[in-house]
């Protein structure tokens, strides 16, 4: 059940034939519909460069806007995790910027001068899930910022019943409940290659919730695949400085049976 805080909503895409069929060929690992979303995931990093502006003509910065994603992939035990900086007087109006260090951890992100995305810090590990996350970076000045986040795994999840373009779904998984700041996505794939997904606004009562079928209407009926995205995000401000940040887990991904 979801709290009163609760929303839904509802996506629909199309997904390549390579990607379903190497979903096929090992549908509990299907890093090919990881590779879709995290495609998709990619664009809110891309927009928050969108939004700087570049010119070498600006005033002095009085702000600085930071901005932390990481993604865990469960089913191959996989950190990606990505930092960005901006200075000037308003996001819409910053300038993209380098740190003369930055951590994950005590690990050194690199900088990476992508096409288009200049001032990237990217860096990618393997290891078992942690809990708890630290990004640290010094300034132009020397001084060291530390941002601490949390987030929270869904160790195994479940359809307690069936799957039902009608009558929905029941959902349950092995973690806590959904808090205010987080989201949850359940992702399907059809036989066919098509692709719905619907939203779930956090709080929830529990670790279990009932959605609604309608999001499953475009799908073809019969063998397909989910897999779960929990985010945590959220904004904060500290003085001049402004940090957003966005934590996900992915768990692995199940073969499901889609009903009329």
């Known amino acids: 059940m979801l709290g009163p805080r609760g929303q839904q909503t509802v996506r629909f895409g199309k997904l390549s034939d390579d990607l379903l069929s190497l979903a096929r060929k ?16 990619a664009l809110s990093l891309v927009l928050f460069h969108g939004c700087q502006n570049n010119s070498s003509e600006t005033t002095k910065a009085d702000k600085l806007f930071s901005n932390f994603h990481l993604r865990y992939l469960q089913a191959d035990q996989t950190y990606r995790v ?7 007087d308003s996001l819409h109006k910053a300038m993209s910027t380098a740190m003369p260090l930055v951590f994950w951890g005590d690990s050194e992100m690199p900088l990476r001068n992508l096409p288009n995305r200049s001032n990237h810090y990217q860096i990618a590990s393997q290891g078992a899930f942690k809990k708890q996350h630290s990004f ?14 949390e987030l929270s ?78 985010t945590q995000k959220g ?15 992915y768990t692995q991904a199940i073969t499901v049976e889609i009903l009329p």
């Open 26 to 41: 090992n549908p509990l690992n299907a890093m090919s519909l990881y590779r879709w979303l995290l495609g998709i995931c």
């Open 153 to 230: 795994a869904i160790k195994s999840f479940a359809i307690d019943g069936i799957v039902s373009q009608q009558k929905g779904l029941t959902i349950s998984w092995q973690g806590p409940p959904l808090q205010a700041s987080e989201d949850l996505r359940l992702l399907f794939s059809d036989r066919n290659s098509k692709a719905a997904s619907i939203e779930i606004k956090g709080p929830s009562e529990g670790s279990r919730i009932k959605v609604s079928g309608d999001f499953l209407k475009d799908v073809v009926t019969g063998p397909g695949f989910l897999f779960l995205v929990r």
């Open 235 to 249: 904004d904060s401000k500290r003085r001049n400085i402004h940090t957003h940040h966005e934590l996900s887990f």
């Open 136 to 149: 640290r970076y010094e300034d132009e000045a020397g001084q060291m910022h530390n941002h601490d986040f």
């Open 82 to 88: 990505e930092a960005d900086f901006a200075k000037g």
